[in-house]
């Protein structure tokens, strides 16, 4: 039934034999010995447009029509970094009247990345839940949310943004 398929930076292509699945047969039905135009009028072909998803060392295809899907499990990465924003946010508290730099070599960040932490720990609670319980959109990932340098305040700006409605 499967003739090929073609995997592209922007799309997977599939052709397959149209008699095959027109066939009540339990053989294939395809003529092989046959001219290659006929061949190919026997082909139904398929494109889907897709988008590669890297997580760490794991690459997905993400199926256009599927992009807004939920992964099936939580992404460890993530979840990670919302524990350390949580841990940093709770270390800057427990440290007084110490200059932010001085907590942050502490904790063993950069005053940059520290910085990033503290924004990150101000995420709307249901945003976090959904990271936790593995219900983020499929394109939410670290990197992406380690980039967003404008996090709005309000939570219903966040979840706007960040794609959670």
Same mark, same amino acid.
């Given at each position: 039934m499967l003739h090929r398929i073609d995997l592209h930076d922007d799309r997977i292509?599939?052709?397959?034999? %149209?008699?095959? &699945? &027109?066939s009540e047969?339990?053989?294939t039905g395809i003529d092989?010995?046959?001219?290659?135009?006929?061949?190919?009028a026997q &082909?139904?072909?398929?494109?889907?447009?897709v988008c590669r998803l890297r997580?760490?060392?794991? %690459?997905? &295809?993400?199926i256009s029509e599927s992009?807004?899907?939920n992964p099936a499990t939580a992404d460890p990465v993530l979840v990670r970094l919302i524990a350390t924003a949580h841990a940093a946010q709770a270390a800057m508290h427990a440290a007084g009247d110490l200059q932010l730099i001085d907590i942050a070599k502490a904790q063993g960040f950069t005053e940059k990345y520290f910085t990033l932490l503290l924004r990150l720990a101000t995420l709307d609670p249901g945003i976090v839940q959904a990271i936790v319980e593995g219900r983020q959109p499929a394109l939410f990932t670290r990197?992406?949310?380690a980039k967003i340098t404008n996090l709005p305040i309000d939570w219903a700006s966040q979840r706007s943004a960040l794609g959670f409605l």
């Open positions: 292509d599939i052709s397959i034999y %149209v008699a095959v &699945l &027109l047969r339990s053989d092989t010995s046959g001219e290659p135009a006929q061949m190919e &082909l139904h072909h398929i494109s889907m447009p997580r760490g060392r794991e %690459v997905r &295809l993400i992009m807004d899907a990197q992406r949310l």
